[in-house]
């Protein structure tokens, strides 16, 4: 895959639309011929050798900055969607007052350890400056790091300085302790759009960190076996990844995948399948040759939270981590394809994720416990089975259990037999009233208002 990748950017190469990323590329030796950039595969090797295997983000609480890379797995929440979803108001357009609801929920999840980008858009504020609002409401509403929106230079200009602001610091503070991560998606086949072109120039510059993700579907943008389209998801991270090396060397940038195959009778995506479980393990492989962390992601087709959402997404999570994953995106929240962010997904999601959590995390069994000698010498210490919680009601200093207490089904069926969904939709309600705000310097918070009035006024 590694060989057909290089090959395929020496021979058929990639479409770059930005002029200034053109040039770049053509500086470092790569053959321009129009919009299409073709690369030198020894160019893009020696390239690549400047980027971190690990680095640290910043988050405004120091105890909750964040070490991606090594054997460090980091699960963050939805970004992105259009919708946002619960039981009572049903699927409806995003507002900024439900964004903030949702924000405030991800703070009471440890488990969540970052924020991705906007839980779903406010589509009852102005295109053009929404992501003002947003970057106020994640440093006001959160303590913990989150993700920037690069889709575009003014999107990526603002997310650095309001961060900056934030931390108390400014561009070269925040260029040697980067607060930073973004999602730059290629569009498969092989080419790398204007404004994410801009988006990643600008927070290269600035040090911050660049996860290179293509959409990779099998079927559809992409050749239908596995090998062929994980060879052009592979062949898209170079390029892109090589990029990112030449506009600032040693600035940290993250393999990304997020290949999958279609459904063959819809040709809709599909998610949580044996291909994208497969894919996710082949991509941790491909990025460990790099050197490079590495993100996946945790998905699902279903359009509502139901067993199809929770059986998806793990598949989707166990792909992730047993590939390796760094970075976990949309661990936490995403329903519908990617189309919208759901209050009670969230929390289910948040449920698995402390059960991987603790398979992740090695604990010491007692000599007494039953049938768990054959976990531990094989290093899985940390195995839901191996807590000693697990023989009583499954409980977390953030939230209630969704799981029911088995030892007091007459209770539960007296109680009303709620499903799974529905108690995710009363946990999430609680730790919205529980939420308290953190902290913030009165300073910073007049420096943040008054650059965003001054950039709204600069964007109309």
């Known amino acids: ?5 290089l090959a395929l950017l020496s021979t058929t190469g990639m479409r770059v639309l930005h002029d200034g990323a053109r040039r770049r590329l053509a500086n ?16 893009i090797e020696e390239t690549l050798r400047s980027a971190p295997s690990t680095f640290t983000l910043q988050a405004r609480d120091p105890a909750k900055s964040l070490v991606i890379g090594g054997d460090h797995v980091v699960f963050t929440s939805v970004g992105g969607p259009a919708f946002a979803s619960d039981l009572q108001r049903g699927r409806r357009p995003g507002t900024h007052h439900e964004q903030a609801e949702f924000l405030k929920v991800v703070q009471q999840l440890d488990i969540v350890h970052q924020e991705g980008g906007g839980p779903f858009e406010a589509m009852d504020l102005p295109p053009e400056t929404r992501h003002l609002d947003l970057y106020l409401s994640l440093i006001r509403l959160l303590d913990k790091n989150w993700q920037g929106v690069a889709l575009g230079r003014e999107r990526a200009h603002d997310c650095i300085e309001m961060a900056a602001i934030a931390l108390g610091t400014d561009r070269e503070g925040l260029a040697a302790n980067p607060a930073l991560l973004t999602i730059i998606n290629t569009n498969t086949p092989l080419t790398l759009d204007i404004p994410m072109a801009e988006g990643l120039i600008e927070l290269a510059e600035a040090g911050q960190a660049i996860c290179v993700t293509p959409f990779t579907l099998a079927g ?7 090998a062929g389209a994980l060879v052009l998801q592979n062949a898209e991270v170079l390029a892109t990844a090589t990029l990112v090396q030449l506009v600032r060397p040693g600035a940290p940038v993250v ?8 459904d ?16 996710a393990q082949a991509s941790g492989q491909l990025a460990r040759r790099y050197g490079l962390p590495f993100r996946s992601s945790n998905t699902t087709a279903s359009n509502v939270v139901d067993a199809q959402a929770v059986y998806e997404s793990a598949m989707s999570l166990w792909g992730a981590v047993m590939g390796g994953a760094n970075l976990v995106n949309h661990a936490a929240g995403w329903l519908e394809g990617g189309l919208t962010g759901s209050f009670e997904k969230l929390v289910i999601d948040a449920e698995m994720l402390q059960m991987v959590g603790e398979w992740l995390q090695p604990i010491e069994i007692s000599d007494d416990a039953i049938g768990l000698d054959a976990i531990a010498e094989v290093g899985h210490g940390g195995h839901f089975f191996g807590s000693p919680h697990t023989m009583q009601r499954y409980e977390h200093a953030f939230y209630s259990p969704l799981v029911s207490d088995w030892r007091n089904f007459e209770t539960w069926s007296e109680t009303g037999s709620d499903d799974a969904t529905t108690r995710a939709n009363r946990i999430w309600r609680r730790l919205l009233d529980e939420y308290e705000q953190p902290a913030l310097d009165p300073a910073i918070d007049d420096a943040l208002v008054e650059y965003v009035a001054h950039r709204k006024e600069a964007l109309g």
């Open 264 to 279: 063959m009778r819809s040709g809709s995506p599909a998610f949580g399948t044996p291909e994208y479980t497969k894919a």
């Open 255 to 262: 393999y990304g995948s997020f290949t999958s195959n279609v």
């Open 1 to 5: 895959m590694h060989r057909a990748s």
């Open 28 to 43: 470092a030796g790569c053959q321009v011929d129009g919009l299409i950039v073709r690369f030198d595969p020894e160019m």
């Open 220 to 226: 559809a943008m992409a050749p239908a076996t596995l």
